[in-house]
């Protein structure tokens, strides 16, 4: 299957840092990634939608100020969590929409657990 | 109706047993059916997949069955492994557009 590759695995922060967290498709070109938030023992919660050049699109209730997103390449989208509190701790998980000729097929990256203090 | 609901919230299944997880969508207009596999701590990782236009897909011991008419999926396992232990979730989606299911907690019994 195709690779998504997410970085950093992890990280700790202190409260009001802001934190990068990295998104790539490592063996295709994706116009549009996702972004995703996870809680403990619940599905996955839709941040945005991104696109390669273009603005991302939000969900409902997501910060856009909050959660900067970037997709400045084919195969890289940025989450920026800014001015990060404790409340953002949680496991974020990005997409990448690979195309194919059946349909577009999404693949999921590792996942970065934010733990804010 | 953009709800996908999957039951049941957890499984618990002996070694070799059959393990089924069903799903039901309410949107017509979705058109791409996959199934997802987590462990703890990692993300989600593609099972198997169908679209509409087929009633029943096999890979391995992963079969999903669809039935257009009634809206519902499902995923079979057959002879389940304790290595299957996972969360399993199924969505529905069209294009942009994909919608989860509340995730099913497998536990497979050696």
């Known amino acids: 299957g195709a690779v998504v590759s997410q970085h950093p695995s992890w990280v700790i922060c202190k409260s009001g840092t802001s934190v990068k967290i990295e998104c790539r498709s490592l063996?295709?070109?994706?116009?549009?990634m996702f972004w995703y938030r996870q809680f403990p023992k619940q599905s996955l919660m839709l941040m945005a939608t991104?696109?390669?050049?273009?603005?991302?699109?939000?969900e409902q209730g997501v910060e856009k100020d909050k959660f900067l997103i970037n997709h400045a390449s084919l195969t890289l989208s940025t989450l920026t969590v800014t001015s990060a509190h404790p409340e953002d701790s949680s496991f974020y998980i990005c997409?990448?929409?690979?195309?194919?000729?059946?349909?577009?097929?999404?693949?999921f990256g590792p996942g970065t657990r934010l733990t804010v203090l | 109706q953009q709800q996908v609901k999957q039951s049941p919230q957890s499984l618990i299944v002996q070694k070799g047993g059959i393990s089924i997880i069903n799903c039901a969508y309410e949107?017509?207009?979705?058109?791409?059916f996959p199934w997802y596999q987590q462990f703890p701590g990692k993300g989600p990782a593609l099972l198997i997949a169908?679209?509409?236009?087929?009633s029943e897909k096999k890979e391995g011991r992963f079969t999903i069955s669809f039935n257009k008419s009634a809206k519902q999926f499902s995923l079979h396992i057959m002879d389940s492994q304790p290595g299957d232990s996972a969360t399993y979730f199924c969505?529905?989606?069209?294009?942009?557009?994909?919608?989860f299911g509340a995730g099913t907690r497998l536990f497979v019994k050696a």
């Open positions: 997409s990448a929409l690979r195309p194919g000729a059946g349909g577009d097929t999404q693949y």
């Open positions: 063996d295709f070109q994706a116009t549009t």
């Open positions: 991104s696109n390669e050049g273009s603005k991302a699109t939000y």
């Open positions: 949107n017509t207009a979705f058109d791409y």
């Open positions: 169908i679209r509409p236009d087929v």
């Open positions: 969505a529905a989606s069209r294009g942009f557009k994909t919608i």
